[in-house]
């Protein structure tokens, strides 16, 4: 498969470390990072054609994940 755009660790490069940390101790951070992760990977498949469908359910993906990778930022720059 070829590279997964949009990960949470090229989305937020400076916050790394941060990352890794609250996964580890925060529970909701780290359920968040893991949905993050497989909505993410579903839109790379939808993309590429290896599962397609509908631009609505596509649209809809991607509206998640940037709900999603708000909702992560914010806990990012507040811890």
Do not use: C, G, W
């Amino acid at each position: 498969m070829s590279h997964v755009p949009h990960e949470l660790a090229e989305e937020f490069p400076e916050y790394k470390e941060k990352m890794h940390t609250l996964k580890q101790e925060s529970a909701h951070f780290a359920r968040l990072s893991d949905e993050y992760h497989e909505v993410n990977r579903a839109i790379h498949r939808m993309q590429e054609r290896i599962e397609p469908v509908s631009e609505d359910v596509e649209e809809e993906m991607r509206k998640k994940r940037l709900a999603l990778k708000d909702e992560i930022a914010a806990i990012l720059k507040s811890a």
